[in-house]
């Protein structure tokens, strides 16, 4: 059956929590280990790339080779240590507003998803005492397709029962505005808008979201 309202899907890292900082020390301790320089420059550009094309990128830039069997267990030292930052997380690491946005939506009965490649996202939610807001989780273990293939936001709308032209994303890169784009979503950036100008509208962050913007944008 198809809801009344909008649906409101998020992205997780970069909208609801900032992670980027986990992988960016899980890698560099990594890079290091390797006698690898490492910096936030380079960790830029590993962002929406997969764990496997991350770590044949470093070992470029250190010009280091390693056996098959290292690389995987690299790839898995890596996440381990990535894993033992989010083990740590609390409800401290919510960006500013974001629990305070979903607990209106919640009020107003409006569906929400989050839609996230991340495969780690319903323990970073479970971390964050945020789990219970969400209506449908979407993350890397149901889909196969990165964004900016609109795959993670089609799965949430229709696990959500919504039309995808009545959903809205909210997303901070550029692959993921594409991707709400490319599903016909209402696609909100949270960032800069001269990255996310492809956005159809773009906030800092959830501070300069008013409710009565979320309120008129849940009505079909």
Known sequence: MKTKTKAFIFDLDGVIVDTAKFHFQAWKRLANGLGIDFDHEQNEQLK???????????????????????FIQLMNKKNEDYLTYVDAMDESEILPQVKEKLQLLKDNNIPIALGS???????????????????????????????????????????????????????????????????????????????????????????EISDEFLIKLARI
Not at 54 to 65: H, Q, R, V
Not at 138 to 162: H, R
Not at 175 to 189: F, K, L, P, R, V
Not at 191 to 198: I, P, R, T
Request: charged share 25%; aromatic share 6%; net charge negative.
């Open 48 to 70: 929406g790339v997969s764990r496997v094309n991350s770590l044949k990128k470093i070992l470029e830039w250190g010009n280091t080779s390693v056996s098959e069997e290292e």
């Open 117 to 207: 490649a991340s495969k780690n996202a319903r323990r970073i939610l479970d971390k964050i005492n945020l789990t219970p807001f969400f209506d449908e989780i979407v993350d890397g273990t149901n889909v196969t397709k990165a964004k900016p293939d609109p795959e993670v936001f089609l799965v949430g709308a229709e696990k959500l029962g919504a039309d995808p032209k009545n959903c809205v994303v909210f997303e901070d890169s550029i692959a993921g505005i594409q991707a709400a784009n490319n599903a016909q979503m209402t696609s909100i950036g949270i960032g800069e808008q001269a990255v996310l100008h492809e956005a159809d509208h773009t906030f800092q962050d959830f501070t």
